[in-house]
């Protein structure tokens, strides 16, 4: 859980590395919490809750894997590609 609450505090930073297990525990956790609010949306009857979620960590998350693609030893716009 550490490491999902350290890449949120670290929502802007593009510079640095995240090593294998920081970003997997990232994407662990943001898919864990994604069908947590899936879940809820659909006994609600809404699509608000996982929309406002995704959105809120869209920065997290493209920083995230650019400080992955960094250790790695590519840049960040690596992602443009998927």
């Known amino acids: 859980m550490e490491h999902f609450t350290a890449a949120v505090q670290q ?5 640095g590395r995240n090593t294998r297990t920081q970003y997997w525990m990232f994407v662990l956790f943001f ?7 899936a879940v809820i949306d ?4 809404m699509k608000y809750i996982t929309a ?3 959105f809120v960590l869209l ?3 493209v920083a995230a894997g ?3 693609l960094h250790d790695t030893g590519r840049s960040g716009w690596w992602q443009q590609l998927s």
């Open 11 to 15: 929502y802007a930073n593009f510079e």
């Open 31 to 37: 898919m864990i919490f994604y069908t947590g609010c």
């Open 42 to 45: 659909y006994m609600l009857g």
């Open 52 to 54: 406002l979620y995704s």
């Open 59 to 61: 920065l997290p998350r």
């Open 66 to 68: 650019a400080r992955r």
